[in-house]
């Protein structure tokens, strides 16, 4: 499959994660993390994207969002990243790129997988530390999702209601909670597994969608369209039309201009139009000259009288002054 074009899809989602070099962390302390929450939660009321999952790692940065029509991920994300990288720069007087490579996103069918996915992302924080308690992790969204106690700027902007709407029972907190603590070890693997393994994940449907629009953008000749994907579908099916339609025209025309050559009448009629055409052009043409140069005139006569009677003006203020030197 060719690679992943960057593209908007209606019902889909991106599961984003971005690392700085191996040699750094990505947040050296919780000011840090601050920060860079900061610029995610700026370019989502700018970008009007929503944002179902969160985790900060002192490594990484891991995200799932699902972009608005308008704008695409690869601009959430350059603006995030670049706005965090000077603040880094500049924080610890570095110089140069901060992250390792280009943010990494796997594109996800919304319809069955959203409310696995943030589980999977809620889980991020037991990949290094297994015995971690997730709810004493500060730096997620879990804790909106469960309605303890936490940082009131991450819950105000995590739209985790819509997942929870996903569950079926009452009280949709603690089944939430029990969902993402004590799931089988077996369909954590196994999704885990296809996570790491796949660029799409999805239906059978929803894969073969994504294949078709890359397809269709390495075709014309673009690796990463940044538009809608369903727009960028239905230009190019617009523009196959558009095709078949000017090669019928182009056969038609090509047996009416024989036609045209034994007509002498309809060509002599055609030129005439033409001339006559290209003959009222001049005459506007010609009139439009007139008139400017009219104004000019109007102008200049405008321009002169103003400047005589500034000139009267000056001589009667100079003699003005004369009469009364020769009186002193």
Not at 125 to 145: E, I
Not at 155 to 169: A, T
Not at 191 to 199: D, G, L, P, V
Not at 264 to 288: F, G, H, P, Q, Y
């Amino acid at each position: 499959m060719p690679r992943l074009p960057r593209v908007n899809l209606e019902g889909a989602l991106y599961y984003i994660t971005t690392k700085a070099d191996y040699k750094l962390n990505l947040f050296r302390d919780d000011s840090d993390k601050s920060r860079y929450l900061f610029f995610i939660f700026e370019y989502k009321n700018l970008y009007n994207f929503k944002l179902y999952s969160l985790v900060l790692t002192s490594k990484e940065s891991h995200l799932l969002i699902e972009p608005s029509q308008q704008f695409t991920v690869s601009q959430i994300m350059h603006g995030v990243n670049a706005n965090y990288t000077k603040y880094y720069n500049k924080k610890y007087e570095k110089k140069g790129h901060l992250f390792e490579e280009r943010f990494k996103a796997v594109l996800i069918e919304r319809q069955g997988y959203l409310l696995e996915m943030t589980r999977f992302v809620h889980r991020i924080v037991l990949k290094d530390n297994p015995t971690a308690q997730l709810k004493s992790f500060r730096w997620s969204s879990y804790l909106s999702y469960i309605k303890t106690e936490s940082d009131k700027n991450i819950c105000g902007n995590i739209n985790y209601e819509e997942v929870l709407n996903l569950l079926p029972l009452e009280n949709k907190t603690a089944a939430y909670e029990e969902y993402v603590e004590k799931a089988s070890q077996e369909e954590l693997d196994a999704f885990e597994n296809k996570m790491y393994r796949a660029s799409v994940v999805g239906s059978e449907k929803f894969v073969e969608r994504i294949k078709e629009i890359a397809k269709a953008s390495a075709e014309a000749g673009q690796e990463q369209p940044e538009l809608n994907a369903e727009l960028f579908l239905e230009k190019r099916k617009r523009n196959r039309a558009v095709y078949i339609l000017v090669a019928t025209i182009l056969v038609f025309l090509g047996a009416g201009s024989f036609l045209l050559k034994g007509n002498a009448n309809l060509k002599r009629e055609i030129k005439e139009a033409a001339l006559e055409k290209d003959e009222m052009s001049v005459k506007d043409l010609i009139a439009t000259k007139q008139e400017v140069s009219r104004d000019l005139e109007e102008k200049y006569r405008a321009d002169m009288v103003s400047y005589k009677a500034a000139a009267l003006r000056l001589q009667e203020i100079e003699q003005k002054n004369r009469q009364e030197k020769e009186k002193l």
